[in-house]
């Protein structure tokens, strides 16, 4: 990769407090690509040229309008054939619809997109294909995205994450529309489980579970199981997973590892690190030096 040149668009990565960011690659020539992971949900969109996408043993062909999506800590890369760019969405979805204030009723779709496309793609990652119009408004986005009017900086932060947000948006709609009935009664139900995660975040596990099942009135066991063929963990397990997202956000935020961990129900510092690491493959010291550098 000595001849990549990297074009980042940096407002959302060096300024946000929220879960997101996005950047453009371009490759000048054609080169080979290591292997990498992150500590992000990773979606790439191949917006110019041509190349390969290397994942779970598969060579994805790439071309304009191919999507990529490739879950924490998946390993893969990505090889070029010509001059080729990339546009990379780096998010955190399982607190994303909650820091980008999505109300739970007005975004069936994008719920959707997230619970069967994303939550899905641990078993095998996911690309999908853009038609030509979808890809031209992405381009127009980005656009507007890397070159915005002049403004004060409180409502460019309001300017980009709502670009931001269109982009998933015209994903969604590249990926999937609501149909039958009973599949938009599974959608409700399956946001309200996360909903009720989030806004009973800093509670221990085992409160969640019973918060959930009173709302629900679902037995435990029984909403377990509906866990699994939705989200494809077990509930303890998405509530984990979905603590240590938000704690992402708390340690951008200013909030030391100890403080952190105690305030999402973690039995100690080490009990945090631990899960931490293993999720993310970085400890969350680590990841706070990495990107609340960015807030100073």
């Not at 221990?204 to 629900?216: F, G, K, N, R």
């Not at 631990?274 to 993310?280: P, S």
Request: hydrophobic content about 40%; aromatic content about 12%; overall charge negative.
């Amino acid at each position: 990769m000595e001849n990549r040149v990297k074009y980042k668009t940096s407002f959302v990565e060096k300024n946000t407090d929220l879960p997101f960011y996005t950047e453009t690659y371009h490759y000048p020539l054609a080169s080979q690509g290591s292997f990498h992971s992150h500590e992000f949900f990773e979606i790439g969109i191949a917006l110019e040229g041509s190349g390969e996408h290397h994942v779970d043993q598969q060579k994805i062909p790439l071309e304009p309008g191919t999507t990529y999506l490739i879950p924490i800590g998946t390993v893969h890369s990505l090889d070029t054939f010509d001059s080729f760019s990339i546009q990379n969405l780096y998010i955190l979805p399982k607190i994303l619809p909650e820091s980008l204030g999505m109300p739970m009723e007005a975004y069936s779709i994008f719920m959707d997109f997230f619970l069967n496309c994303i939550m899905q793609n641990q078993e095998q990652p996911i690309h999908l294909k853009l038609e030509a119009a979808q890809l031209d408004a992405v381009k127009h986005l980005i656009f507007l995205y890397q070159d915005p009017p002049k403004m004060l900086p409180q409502l460019l932060h309001a300017y980009h994450k709502n670009i931001f947000n269109s982009l998933l948006l015209l994903l969604c709609e590249a990926w999937i529309r609501p149909s039958a009935a009973q599949k938009e009664q599974t959608i409700t139900r399956n946001m309200k489980i996360l909903y009720l995660i989030y806004e009973n975040i800093q509670q221990p596990i085992s409160d969640i579970i019973e918060i959930l099942a009173q709302h629900l009135d679902l037995n435990p066991q029984y909403l377990n199981r509906l866990v699994k063929q939705s989200f494809h963990t077990t509930l303890s397990q998405l509530i984990l997973e979905t603590k240590l997202e938000k704690s992402c956000q708390l340690l951008v935020l200013g909030g030391s590892v100890t403080e952190v961990g105690l305030s999402l129900a973690f039995y100690d510092h080490s009990h945090y690190t631990r899960y931490f690491t293993r999720y993310f493959g970085i400890s969350p010291s680590e990841y706070k030096k990495r990107h609340g550098a960015a807030l100073i």
